[in-house]
Structures are given as C-alpha cells and as structure tokens.
C-alpha cells in the first residue's frame, strides 16, 4: 500500500508562484509514474504534469513554460514548481502515482491552490 501526502498549496496573486510536494511512503518510488492533476469547481479532473520513472515528463498544453514537475527519488517525493499562475489555475491538486504495467492508481488527499487578487 502507498499513501501520497501533499502540501505547499495555498492562497497566492495572479503572477505568483508556488511548489506543491507530494510524498509518498512504501519502496519503489523510482518506479512508479508520478502525476499531478487538477479540478476546479464543475469541471472533470484532468492531468497537469507527469514523470516517468525514466525521466520523461509531459505537461498539459495550458501550463507549458509555467510549470515544472521534479522529483527526488531518494526523498519518495514529486514538486510542482508553478510560476506565472492565473487565476484560470484554481483548483485542488492531486498528486497520483502508479507503477508501469499495474492498473492500481494511488491517489492523495489534495491541496487547494487558488490565484486571486
């Protein structure tokens, strides 16, 4: 069983920045394909970035050049660095993870991020 824990959001302006960890507990975290999703208010949960355990990463077109997904194997955790945010950003973040080849998802909790003047 993995649990994933994450932190670092909060309440910042427009232009701002902020980095959400996600850390997870159990071995193997260097194989497991980490993500970070968003959903705001009436909207469905989509991806916003992911690394593999090979290093590639893939971000979703609306936050190309803003955000930046990192993480620090020997630490079992994921950053989201995200800079330049917008009000359209707003949302709860949930960090996921998944080992190659395995159907089972393992989420976390969330962590609110709101961008407002």
């Known amino acids: 069983q993995v649990q994933l824990v994450e932190s670092g959001g909060g309440l910042v302006q427009p232009g701002g920045s902020l980095r959400l960890s996600c850390a997870a507990s159990?071995?193997?975290?260097?194989?497991?394909?980490m993500g970070w999703y968003r959903q705001a208010p009436g909207k469905q949960r989509e991806l916003v970035a992911a690394?593999?355990?090979?290093?590639?990463?893939n971000y979703a077109d609306s936050v190309k050049g803003r955000f930046t997904i990192s993480r620090d194997n020997a630490k079992n955790t994921v950053y989201l660095q995200m800079n330049s945010l917008k009000p359209e950003d707003t949302a709860v973040y949930y960090c996921?993870?998944?080992?190659?080849?395995?159907?089972?998802?393992?989420w976390g909790q969330g962590t609110q991020v709101t961008v407002s003047s």
């Open positions: 996921r993870g998944h080992r190659p080849l395995s159907s089972t998802l393992y």
């Open positions: 159990g071995s193997s975290f260097s194989t497991y394909t």
């Open positions: 690394s593999t355990s090979g290093g590639t990463t």
